[in-house]
């Protein structure tokens, strides 16, 4: 399994043997949730909801993929990915950012959740525009690794720049 979490949307890549089994876009990106977040109206009990609906969509295409298989692999791509698994040495002092584990992203979005807008920035280092959706590309990810039952995500640190340039 692949997951791009975007800014937009959310991309998720089943495939097997090298071979595409399904591949499926939700609009559910960080950016987008963020705004839903911010919302007054809706707050994060709205966006919780929207999350969960995307996830269990996902879930339902998936599962008639994959009947009672479950993912070998998990790999995610993107800058938020890249983030997380950076700030799993900062906040976390684990060594290893090759991966990230159900129990590891728990323990980061707790402690994301603890600081504000600034401190991410100033605290952990975190550009502006990438201190705003951590929080929200974070709880997507969580989302999707619970119902797709996988226990670790495996972070590359390439995205869509990487294989722009593989194929130039």
């Known amino acids: 399994m692949l997951i791009d979490i975007g800014g937009g949307s959310v991309e998720i890549t089943l495939a097997h043997n090298g071979k595409i089994l399904a591949t499926e876009s939700f609009q559910m990106g960080a950016v987008r949730l963020l705004q839903v977040l911010e919302q007054k109206k809706y707050g994060e009990k709205k966006f919780t909801q929207m999350v969960q609906e995307y996830a269990e969509a996902a879930r339902k295409r998936f599962s008639q ?58 605290r952990l280092g975190l550009r502006p525009d990438r201190a705003d959706v951590i929080l929200p590309a974070s709880l997507v990810l969580q989302k999707i690794m619970e119902v797709a039952k996988v226990n670790r995500v495996y972070i590359l640190h390439v995205g869509v720049k990487e294989g722009l340039l593989i194929d130039m």
Request: net charge positive.
């Open 65 to 122: 993929k994959l009947s009672d298989q479950r993912a070998d692999i998990c790999v995610g791509t993107g800058g938020n990915l890249d983030a997380l698994a950076d700030l799993k040495g900062k906040l976390l002092r684990e060594k290893e950012s090759t991966y990230v584990t159900v129990r590891e992203l728990d323990m980061l979005i707790t402690r994301l959740r603890k600081l504000s807008f600034e401190d991410r920035i100033l």
